[in-house]
């Protein structure tokens, strides 16, 4: 709000914001939008519905949830359609609460796809960024797997030599009790142990719904979808009895990104070795600072039209382009795909529109996850 010259606080806004949503709500509303805003960042999270038509806040929220918002759709029945993003909350919602309306994503969220889908081709591609495209030996989802492996094995080999030991001292013919006060087990611990041949493997407790794994064919299915938002994939599971914490998913979601990153980069090495690129390729940097462009600025300016580009960033795309044949045809391609929205059905009647709907064009942000079809 600095930025903006309004000498107000945040919590200033949002009492005005909630007032006049209170007090100017419309009777009825065709086209709405539904997203969540956070009252604290990453911790606690409501819900926004604007009036698209009016461009008006309808109501806000108290919290993220299937049940108040499904509730807030039931008593407005006038609603037609439901714009959201991909968060599977807001779809269970819309199919509980509205389900005579349609559920679609906007221009915004589109855009914001493209993006992504952009960058993670950047990446991949190893041309817009400094980081060779082998992984490093010492990577951390290699050197984190070893770590595990040594100390599952250091811990078998002490369970071993503990065994031995409860052996030895029974044949010396010492009782469980002398057993347990020498060695520190428990006396049911050296009984049962005295009765196999070899140290008994550790059985794996049974999953709780306070273990995330309890819930992993949701995720998983989640995850395929393209909802990797660790706080939307939270209150998920959550809605479906999930009475652990938020930090345990967080480290199996850790995990899941990791596995991720080294398939991303066996995949690159692999399309950098079919293509024969040099894997030494020399990476793009800016021409006036010299700087590497990463793949987040790659994939901003790929979107961005060139009468909005300024001196500097119309530089940066023209290195792009030249010196990566990929990021010219996903610039290509992206305009294109922007003047869907712009231009609506004329475009796609235009010879350029419909050059951009056929063939294997279409297959290149289809295959990057781009669209995703919503099903209500």
Known sequence: MRRLGLPVSDDTILRHLKRHAAGNRPISSRIIGIDDWSWRRSWRYGTM????????????????SVASTAQWLKRHPSVEIVNRDRCGLYAQAAREGAPQARQVADRFHLLQNLRIAIEEQMSLSGRATGRALRPDKDNE???????????????????????????????EGLPCSEIAR??????????????FDAPPARRRAALKPTSPLYFEAFLAECWTAGNRCGRHLFHDIQARGYTGSFSNLERLLAKWRRAEKVDQDS???????????????????????????????????????RAALTASQARKVDALKRESPDFALMRSLGMRFRGLFRSGDSYVDAPYGKGFLSGGLIGCFHMSGLFVRYEV
């Open 267 to 305: 995949a690159a090495l692999a399309s950098v070795n079919d293509h024969q690129f040099a894997r030494d390729a020399v990476p793009i940097r800016d021409p006036e600072t010299g700087h590497l462009i990463s793949p987040v600025v790659a994939a901003a300016l790929c979107v961005k039209p």
């Open 49 to 64: 519905i604007v009036d698209l038509e009016r461009r008006e806040v309808l109501d806000i929220l108290q919290d993220r």
């Open 141 to 171: 989802p290699y050197a984190d797997t070893t770590h595990r492996r040594r100390a599952r094995h250091a811990h078998r080999q002490s369970r071993q030599v503990v065994f031995d030991a409860v052996h030895a001292l029974r044949k």
């Open 182 to 195: 020498r060695t520190g087990y428990g006396r049911r611990s050296i009984a049962k142990w005295l009765t």
